[in-house]
Nanobody
């Protein structure tokens, strides 16, 4: 199974920034579409941003212009730059691959918690 190791979360004030990274233990990293997902208590995980093998980007509407997803194929790392953070960005962030069907990989990492609060 593919392993994901997310890090970089923390407590930040509104307007602040964080940089999340996800180390991916997979030899297929560079050919996979990868995504960042967010989960808040009581809700299902939602896709926040994704990047294809060809570097095509997707962002959910609420983070457009504030978040930037990127990937380092040589290091097998997925990155999410988060700026102008808002309280509604709070949640646990996970990364995973996204298959052509839209489904994610079966295994998940532990995630990294982001809290945006005064």
């Amino acid at each position: 199974q593919v392993q994901f190791d997310e890090s970089g979360g923390g407590l930040v004030q509104p307007g602040g920034s964080l940089r999340l990274t996800c180390a991916v233990a997979s030899n297929l990293f560079k050919v996979n579409t990868m995504g960042w997902f967010r989960q808040v208590p009581g809700n299902e995980r939602e896709l926040v941003a994704s990047i294809t093998a060809g570097f095509r980007l997707y962002y959910t509407e609420s983070v457009k212009g504030r978040f930037t997803i990127s990937r380092d194929n040589a290091r097998k790392v997925l990155i999410l730059e988060m700026n102008s953070l808002k309280p509604e960005d709070t949640g646990v962030y996970y990364c995973n691959r996204i298959e052509s069907t839209g489904q994610t990989g079966a295994s998940w990492g532990l995630g990294t918690r982001v809290t945006v609060s005064e």
